[in-house]
């Protein structure tokens, strides 16, 4: 499945708002999608929540002028590479500057994370994404803001990646929960 989070990122980048959403809550730091219960980190007080298509939650920071957008979907294209994966998330962009990428833990998983510099319609941007794969699903993380604007805004976004922790049902084989007892 095509992902197209560069144009959701021309939208955040723009401050634009799309009528939009997943439909699913979000109360307490919690995120409620499907089975799935995703505990994100603190959300600060500038960052104002805003509705993209393709996106689970979405903020935009004015006055840093910086964006951020958390998604998860379970399923098709979860067992991609996260290279390929953050790929995706980027396609689009030009002129690419990759200033760091490395494998970390996040909830328990390997996550890659990114730091990158780009151009995205010819306007320079600064990229700061955490890829990970949990239990058949893939969480992306992206904060996106002007160069100049950048740091003042990525120990915030930082913060609120790395408390990333989700938690699913057991994933059910052949009729029945993995590591359940069967009778004979």
């Given at each position: 499945?095509?992902?197209?989070?560069?144009?959701?990122?021309?939208?955040?980048?723009?401050?634009?708002?799309?009528?939009?959403?997943?439909?699913?809550?979000?109360?307490?730091?919690?995120?409620?999608?499907?089975?799935?219960a995703i505990h994100v980190g603190?959300?600060?007080?500038?960052?104002?929540?805003?509705?993209?298509?393709?996106?689970?939650?979405?903020?935009?920071?004015?006055?840093?002028?910086?964006?951020t957008m958390f998604d998860v979907?379970?399923?098709?294209?979860?067992?991609?590479?996260?290279?390929?994966?953050?790929?995706?998330?980027?396609?689009?962009?030009?002129?690419?500057?990759?200033?760091?990428?490395?494998?970390l833990p996040l909830d328990e998983?390997?996550?890659?994370?990114?730091?990158?510099?780009?151009?995205?319609?010819?306007?320079?941007?600064?990229?700061?994404?955490?890829?990970?794969?949990?239990?058949?699903?893939?969480?992306?993380?992206?904060?996106?803001?002007?160069?100049?604007?950048?740091?003042?805004?990525?120990?915030?976004?930082?913060?609120?990646?790395?408390?990333?922790?989700?938690?699913?049902?057991?994933?059910?084989?052949?009729?029945?929960?993995?590591?359940?007892?069967?009778?004979?």
């Amino acid at each position: 499945m095509m992902r197209c989070l560069g144009l959701l990122i021309v939208v955040l980048s723009l401050g634009a708002v799309a009528a939009c959403g997943h439909g699913d809550s979000f109360e307490g730091g919690v995120l409620h999608k499907g089975d799935l219960a995703i505990h994100v980190g603190p959300v600060p007080a500038q960052w104002q929540r805003v509705r993209i298509e393709g996106a689970d939650l979405a903020y935009r920071d004015e006055g840093r002028e910086g964006s951020t957008m958390f998604d998860v979907r379970c399923g098709r294209g979860s067992d991609a590479p996260l290279t390929v994966l953050t790929e995706h998330l980027i396609m689009g962009t030009t002129a690419r500057d990759f200033v760091s990428q490395e494998t970390l833990p996040l909830d328990e998983r390997e996550a890659l994370h990114t730091l990158m510099r780009a151009k995205l319609d010819g306007v320079p941007m600064q990229y700061d994404i955490y890829v990970m794969k949990k239990d058949g699903c893939v969480y992306d993380l992206v904060y996106v803001a002007p160069p100049a604007r950048f740091t003042a805004g990525a120990a915030d976004f930082e913060r609120f990646a790395l408390g990333l922790r989700a938690s699913s049902p057991p994933v059910v084989v052949g009729g029945s929960s993995a590591g359940a007892a069967s009778d004979p």
